[in-house]
């Protein structure tokens, strides 16, 4: 389900009901955003570089990739800067 | 292959070339960040907070899941936002 809820590409012809969660689900994001940063007017772009980076940390934890280079234990920090950074 | 390199968890019987590419790949953009950044004792945690951002950016565009909630023109963006947030 992960793999196929972001995938766009292979939706576009089934999969309308998908397409329709995730773009409330990012506004709900932007929402956020707006309300924890100091740059507001910025929130269309911060919302996407904070669910970008999320999204690779997930991918990448999922698939064993991390643990070549550095420890589990690194992933909530890793998630918390891919937050705050961009805030 | 994109899919394939950062797949470990599938190569962990068969792909020993791929993760022995992997970690050099990776100990050179350590290497890059300690040469940019002024926080270089932070390295180790730098590098992936950028490797795993722009793997999200790649995943997620070329799903063309970034589409719909934003422009194409975004990327560059979200790419040097990838990067400069964790320096």
Redesign the interface.
């Known amino acids: 389900m992960f793999e196929l809820m972001?995938?766009?590409?292979?939706l576009d012809g089934a999969g309308a009901n998908l397409?329709a969660t995730?773009?409330p689900l990012?506004e709900s994001l932007v929402a956020l955003v707006e309300q924890a940063s100091d740059r507001s007017d910025d929130s269309?772009?911060q919302?996407?570089?904070i669910?970008?980076?999320?999204?690779?940390?997930a991918?990448?934890s999922?698939?064993?990739?991390?643990?070549?280079?550095?420890s589990r234990r690194?992933i909530p920090?890793?998630v918390e800067?891919?937050v705050s950074?961009?805030l």
Chains 1, 2 share one sequence.
């Open positions: 972001f995938h766009h590409d292979l397409r995730t773009v990012f269309r772009m919302a996407p570089a669910q970008t980076g999320r999204h690779g940390i991918v990448l999922s698939n064993r990739a991390l643990e070549l280079v550095g690194d920090v890793l800067r891919a950074a961009h």
